[in-house]
Every structure is written in structure tokens, then in C-alpha cells.
């Protein structure tokens, strides 16, 4: 680090007794304002620093990708490269399920958010490789051997890129930065921000779609030559890390990778947090239509969903899919609810909403709580002086809460539960309480992520099943 001019406070130490990898520890009492590291641009490995610099340009490549071509370049080079010894002490790859065996991550992933989307960055990042990488390798703009280039050293690149890069600025782009990437996550919890003297934004982390880290590369270009010229230096200035919550003697300092559930966490660095409150589970629009096919008809289902859409309502997507989130507390996502009271409407009150849908929707900015209270008033005989308290949120779900939708809950929670297989989240959490992180950590992790998971299940059956009881009280 001192040869390529990064330094680094002696308020911090280096801990690397810990089998499960680097901590770094404070040596003396850090208080929020310090500055502990500096990290001069021209240290990182990025597309633009790399010798494979022209090569990439010329290939147009862009973002994670262009990155993981730059690692596998330098580490190439070997004892040629300016990084030989940084790239040395990184592992030859990360503990991420990307590169888990196939059978193994099948395995200990079904049934969680990760087991399809590990499934489909393999196919990307198989197709990424034959249109971008192979190509590159075959016209010889790079002087290295096939070997280093095949997609088992592109997967492993990957690992490195998705798990330790970071966002330095506009013209380098994502980045290695050697003393950044030793600094371990903490969510909520940080002690340091990695950011550009220059730059209002912090950086402390790499910004990648939350369910693919594949289709990061799609989505992230080399910049315009015309702004950001090859070679040139748009900001000399170094990157800092600067303390910005106090820790004590002997502490642990720790970054931020971002506020993630532990999915996202396993799928990008490899590990998961137990008890971690921004854990979410999702439940397919498929799996809606499947149980309102099973109760009702096919036409039933497809009318009462397309009410829905054409009152402004949609899931969140990814890929081609389109779900709903049920947060850490249990609690459905407002649109799940929202379709769930749709397709439990008779038949007559339904024909009513029909002929007003156009009315509720406005041409302002789709606002979900005043149209749901539109709608409501159309569709219930509930008087005018209940409704007009739904002005938060929290009012419009305590009221879309019939016994109807709860049922319906109750039977998407057993449905979604299914997937786990036969297991109980009992007999889960025993395997956990039993399994070493470190001998056995993709076991380890991925019972963490099953169990956190399966428990916000758990908590939307007692949702539904609370305000089911409750409403049976109110109405006997």
C-alpha cells in the first residue's frame, strides 16, 4: 500500500487471526470527523487504470463486466501487473452461490428468493461471456493466453467484482480499492464512509441491481470518450475513508455495503446477518393466479387482475417476474392486498367498480391511498365517516383486512411455505443452532437465509390470522 501511496491511519490495525477472514480494528478511540485512509484513483484497479484499458474501450465494454476483465488481466500478468500483490492476497474466488455447485446451491437454496435467481446468472453470465469476452480473446487485443480468459476464471472474477468493488466516480467507473475492501459490512452499524473528497455522493459500496448482480452489465456503459477521454485524469484528488460514528478501543470499524436482507447479502458477498430487518420474502403474481384459479375460474382470475392494472396497480418486477414484498414484520405489500380485496368482490359490487374504473384513476401521479379509498367507497357499505380516516397508510391495510383476504393470506403464506420442501422451520433452526460457520458456511448461510425467511412467514400467518379473529369479533 505504501509503494502505490495508499495510507492508512496507525489508529488502525490490521486483524487477520480470524479464520473467518481480515478485521480491522481500532487501535485508539475513533471519533466521528477522522480521517483514516486515503486512497489515491490511480492505486484502484478499474477499466481505466488496467493495461487491458484500450482493449475494453475498443470492445465497448462497460460497467461489472469490464471490471471483471481488468481482474482477470492483471492477475494474467502476474508479477508484470502493478496490482500482483494486492490481487495475491485476495481469494482465488467468493464464497458466493454463483459459483457453489450446481446440485449443492440447488440443494441448500430451494425455496429461497435465491434459488431461481442464481439459476439465471449463470445463463447470463454464460451469455455474456461467448458475446463479449471470447470474442475479445479471438481478436487478440489482449496478449494473454486463452486459459486465463475461460468462463471459470470469468465466474471467479465475477465473485471477486461483485463482493469487493466499489463506485468511485463517473470516469473510472466500479473499481478495486485495496484497504476499502477489507473494512466487513455492518448493517446499520457502520463506522466509516468510503467517499470522493471531490464528490457529494458517497461510495461506500457498489450499486448493483438488488436481485441480479448478472444484469448489472446490461444496464452500466463505458463513458461517452467525448466527456471522459481515455487517459485522461477528470479528478486527481485521493478517495478517504472517514470515520463517521465513534468506535472504541479494540473495536471491530466496520463499512456499509447498503441496507440489505440477507438474499441480496448472500447472492453479492457471501455471508447473511441473523436477525437482519430488512429480510423480505415474495410471493409470485403467479402463485396469486394459481390460488385464485383453484377457488375460482381462469376467467375469474384474469378479469379481477386486469380491474387491478387498469386501476394503476402493478408488483415489483425482476427479470420476468412479477411479485409482491412481504416485509420483516410480516406485513403484505399494499398491493397484494389491494388485488386479494379485488378478486373477493361479488360479482355485483365488482360490475359496479367496472363502470367507475376510469373515474378513479386521474391523470396526477398514481396516488395509492386516495384511489384505494375511491374504490372502497364504490364498493363497501361501510359509512363515509370510517373512510375518511384513511389518510396513512397503516389505516388503508388495518381496513383491506376482511376475512376474505385473510383466508387468502393464510393460504399464500402455506403455498409460498411449500416451496421449503418437508422440512419444519422448527427442525431448521435446529440444523442451524448445530452448523460451524466455518467449516461448514454455505450450510451455515444458507439455513440463516431459510430460517429468516420461513420466521417472516410465520409472522404473516399471525397477521392474517390477528385481524381475521378481530374482525370475527367486530361482525358476529
Not at 43 to 54: E, F, K, Q, S, V
Not at 352 to 379: M, Y
Request: negative net charge.
Amino acid at each position: 500500500m505504501r509503494a502505490h501511496g495508499v495510507v492508512c491511519s496507525d489508529a488502525l490495525r490490521l486483524d487477520a487471526t480470524d479464520p473467518l477472514g481480515v478485521h480491522v480494528r481500532a487501535v485508539t478511540p475513533l471519533r466521528e470527523g477522522d480521517l483514516v485512509a486515503t486512497i489515491p484513483r490511480g492505486a484502484c484497479l478499474t477499466p481505466r487504470t488496467t493495461g487491458a484499458a484500450g482493449a475494453i474501450e475498443a470492445a465497448e465494454l462497460g460497467g461489472c463486466l469490464a471490471l471483471a476483465v481488468a481482474v482477470m488481466y492483471e492477475r494474467a500478468r502476474g508479477a508484470n501487473s502493478p496490482w500482483d500483490a494486492y490481487l495475491q492476497l485476495l481469494p482465488d474466488r467468493e464464497s458466493v452461490p454463483l459459483v457453489w455447485p450446481a446440485d449443492e446451491a440447488e440443494r441448500l437454496l430451494a425455496g429461497t428468493e435465491l434459488d431461481k435467481i442464481v439459476k439465471q446468472d449463470r445463463e447470463f453470465l454464460c451469455e455474456d461471456w461467448k458475446e463479449c469476452i471470447e470474442p475479445l480473446i479471438s481478436s487478440g487485443g489482449l496478449d494473454v493466453h486463452p486459459d486465463d480468459f475461460s468462463l471459470d476464471k470469468y465466474f471467479a472474477a465475477k465473485t471477486l467484482v461483485s463482493s469487493r468493488s466499489f463506485q468511485i466516480d463517473n470516469y473510472h467507473g466500479f473499481g478495486m480499492v485495496p484497504l476499502a475492501d477489507l473494512f466487513n459490512h455492518k448493517t446499520d452499524g457502520e463506522h466509516v464512509h468510503f467517499t470522493s473528497a471531490s464528490d457529494d455522493s458517497d461510495s461506500d459500496g457498489e450499486d448493483h441491481d438488488e436481485q441480479s448482480d448478472a444484469s448489472a452489465d446490461e444496464q452500466s456503459t463505458i463513458e461517452n470518450p467525448s466527456n471522459s477521454p481515455s487517459g485522461s485524469r477528470v479528478d486527481d484528488e485521493d478517495l478517504e475513508m472517514i470515520v463517521v460514528r465513534d468506535a472504541n478501543e479494540g473495536e471491530e470499524v466496520y463499512n456499509t455495503y447498503g441496507t440489505m436482507g440477507n438474499a441480496a447479502l448472500l447472492h453479492r458477498y457471501g455471508f447473511t446477518e441473523l436477525d437482519n430487518q430488512y429480510d423480505i420474502v415474495n410471493i409470485d403474481l403467479a402463485m396469486v393466479n394459481k390460488w385464485c384459479t383453484s377457488i375460482f375460474s381462469s376467467r375469474h382470475a384474469r378479469a379481477r387482475v386486469l380491474l387491478w392494472r387498469n386501476l394503476g396497480y402493478s408488483g415489483c418486477t425482476s427479470q420476468d417476474a412479477e411479485y409482491f414484498e412481504i416485509s420483516y414484520d410480516g406485513e403484505p405489500q399494499l398491493e397484494l392486498l389491494i388485488l386479494l380485496y379485488i378478486i373477493s368482490l361479488k360479482p355485483d359490487v365488482y360490475d359496479k367498480l367496472i363502470c367507475v374504473a376510469r373515474d378513479l384513476v386521474g391523470d396526477e401521479e398514481h396516488d395509492s391511498i386516495r384511489n384505494v379509498v375511491k374504490f372502497v367507497e364504490v364498493t363497501s357499505s361501510t359509512q363515509n365517516s370510517e373512510l375518511n380516516g384513511l389518510d396513512e397508510l397503516h389505516d388503508v391495510k388495518k381496513f383491506l383486512h376482511s376475512e376474505d383476504i385473510c383466508s387468502a393470506l393464510l393460504s399464500l403464506a402455506d403455498a409460498r411455505e411449500s416451496l421449503y420442501g418437508s422440512n419444519t422451520l422448527e427442525e431448521d433452526e435446529e440444523k442451524l443452532q448445530a452448523c460451524c460457520i466455518v467449516s461448514e458456511r454455505k450450510l451455515y448461510h444458507s439455513l440463516v437465509l431459510r430460517v429468516s425467511e420461513r420466521k417472516i412467514l410465520y409472522r404473516l400467518r399471525k397477521y392474517a390470522s390477528s385481524r381475521s379473529k378481530t374482525k370475527k369479533r367486530k361482525h358476529p
